[in-house]
């Protein structure tokens, strides 16, 4: 059988009986496996909220949001968010909650930041590729730096010029190798990446940003940055 061969009731009666669980990919159940206990996560929202109150912006985006717990801390203060992560069972997940609520101050996307897309069109100038796109008051970066560094060998001072172009404010969790999310990546592989440490990361991103803030995220060895770019 064909589409073709299909009415067009058949054929929205296939698409509306189609289903999918949003689990099994690498990331979807992070939110509810992370290593922070309870007080550090309490303590982490605290001080995210308290940089995003810091700053003039009414526009956001979470980079690498999984399903937007963060996400929503920004839409609580009033910011409209785009909400973008690589992994498409957290994406769905995070849309659906959304879309149950009827809410429209978050928009979840599906996207690499390692890999982005590219522009379009003629002469690739019709259409934006996506880090053209990001230019919003302030870029959420929790939980992503070493992933970027680690698992995709960003360098520290490249991912600070890319921050910076992105947004006047960042809002950066550095998390050290001692952190079990970090242990993690460097288990398959080398440690090759000894400036990777929160001392490297202030070389790194005070040359584009002056540090508003330096937050120990309490009960974790985990710093949360609120970072300012520089004119």
Same mark, same amino acid.
């Given at each position: 059988?064909?589409?073709?061969s299909?009415?067009?009731?058949?054929?929205?009666?296939?698409?509306?009986?189609l289903s999918w669980?949003?689990?099994g990919t690498?990331?979807?159940?992070?939110?509810?496996n992370t290593?922070?206990?309870d007080?550090?996560t309490r303590a982490?929202?605290?001080?995210?909220?308290t940089a995003?109150?810091a700053?003039d912006g009414d526009h956001a985006?979470?980079l690498g949001?999984?399903?937007?717990?963060?996400?929503?801390i +920004?839409a609580?203060?009033?910011y409209? $968010? #785009?909400a973008?992560?690589?992994d498409?069972? %957290?994406?769905? @997940?995070?849309?659906r !909650?959304l879309?149950a609520?009827?809410?429209?101050?978050?928009l979840?996307l599906?996207?690499?930041?390692?890999?982005?897309?590219?522009?379009?069109g003629w002469?690739?100038?019709e259409?934006?590729?996506?880090?053209?796109r990001?230019?919003?008051?302030v870029?959420?970066?929790l939980?992503?730096?070493?992933?970027?560094?680690i698992?995709h060998?960003?360098?520290?001072?490249?991912?600070?010029?890319?921050? +910076?172009?992105?947004a006047r404010?960042a $809002? #950066?969790?550095?998390?050290p190798k001692?952190? %079990?999310m970090v @242990?993690?990546?460097l !288990?398959?592989?080398q440690?090759?990446?000894?400036d990777y440490?929160?001392?490297?990361?202030?070389?790194?991103f005070?040359?584009?940003?002056?540090?508003?803030?330096?937050?120990?995220?309490e009960?974790?060895?985990?710093?949360?940055?609120?970072?300012?770019r520089?004119?």
């Open positions: 059988m064909t589409l073709a299909l009415g067009t009731g058949s054929l929205r009666s296939t698409v509306s009986g669980d949003p689990a690498e990331w979807a159940d992070y939110a509810d290593s922070y206990d007080d550090a982490k929202e605290h001080a995210v909220a995003l109150t700053i985006w979470d949001a999984n399903t937007g717990r963060y996400s929503r +920004a609580a203060q009033g409209h $968010v #785009v973008l992560d690589i498409p069972a %957290a994406v769905e @997940r995070g849309y !909650a879309r609520e009827g809410r429209g101050d978050i979840p599906l996207a690499d930041l390692t890999d982005p897309s590219p522009p379009l002469g690739s100038a259409r934006k590729g996506l880090l053209e990001i230019d919003t008051d870029i959420l970066a939980a992503l730096v070493h992933h970027l560094a698992s060998n960003v360098p520290l001072l490249m991912i600070a010029e890319s921050f +910076a172009g992105m404010h $809002v #950066v969790e550095f998390v001692q952190d %079990a @242990r993690r990546l !288990a398959s592989r440690d090759v990446f000894p440490t929160i001392e490297g990361f202030r070389a790194a005070t040359p584009a940003f002056d540090i508003v803030a330096e937050t120990p995220i009960h974790s060895a985990r710093t949360l940055f609120h970072l300012k520089k004119v």
